[in-house]
């Protein structure tokens, strides 16, 4: 038996929808993308690559932040 994450099948389908050309999407095809990659961050958040994501993001805006002091 076959068992596909969701996370990786949304992530393909995001990679597919962003390669489109701009001009060529609808506001609604623009707020399906938006609702797909909400729902994409809220199961990759968990995981143990979301909290590398995450400590990698946060690094990075401390030391945006540190600099600019």
Request: proline fraction near 1%; glycine fraction near 8%; charge should be positive.
């Amino acid at each position: 038996m076959l068992t596909i994450n969701v996370a990786v099948l949304l992530a393909v389908i995001i990679v597919v929808r962003l390669r489109r050309r701009t001009h060529a999407r609808s506001r609604n095809d623009e707020r399906l993308t938006v609702l797909i990659v909400l729902v994409f961050g809220i199961l990759v958040a968990p995981t143990a690559f979301g909290q590398g994501v995450l400590d990698v993001v946060s690094q990075l805006a401390s030391g945006i932040n540190d600099a600019g002091r």
